[in-house]
Nanobody, 125 residues
């Protein structure tokens, strides 16, 4: 079955960096738009970044521009989220997700059909 699995989360001090990985099984990531989302306690899930089949990226949160980047390694069937200059407000569970049938990016969780289990990112002051 289709499966995505995130890893790389953890505890980091403000200003530090983390790289999250999303490994896909049973499908090829390059054929779909893949999004990164995050959800803080008591808040709704929100789109962070998305990569389309051409490698282009779309930002959905202004505060992560210049700090977060998304990339894809087709040989490893993996999408990465590089997070630099982390801030306490970045603390959340981070998820990767795949749209059901679309090459185009979207920041809306309802438009994605497959999700990973999430990985916790905690940024201390």
């Amino acid at each position: 079955q289709v499966q995505l699995r995130e890893s790389g989360g953890g505890l980091v001090q403000a200003g530090g960096s983390l790289r999250l990985s999303c490994v896909a099984s049973k499908f090829t990531l390059d054929y779909y738009a893949i999004g990164w989302f995050r959800q803080a306690p008591g808040k709704e899930r929100e789109g962070v970044l998305c990569i389309n089949v051409s490698g282009g990226s779309t930002y959905y949160i202004d505060s992560v521009k210049g700090r977060f980047t998304i990339s894809r390694d087709k040989e490893k069937n993996t999408v990465y989220l590089q997070m630099n200059s982390l801030k306490p407000e970045d603390t959340a569970v981070y998820y990767c997700a795949r749209r059901r049938v679309s090459y185009r990016c979207s920041g809306a969780p309802r438009e994605y059909g497959y999700w990973g289990q999430g990985t916790q990112v905690t940024v201390s002051s």
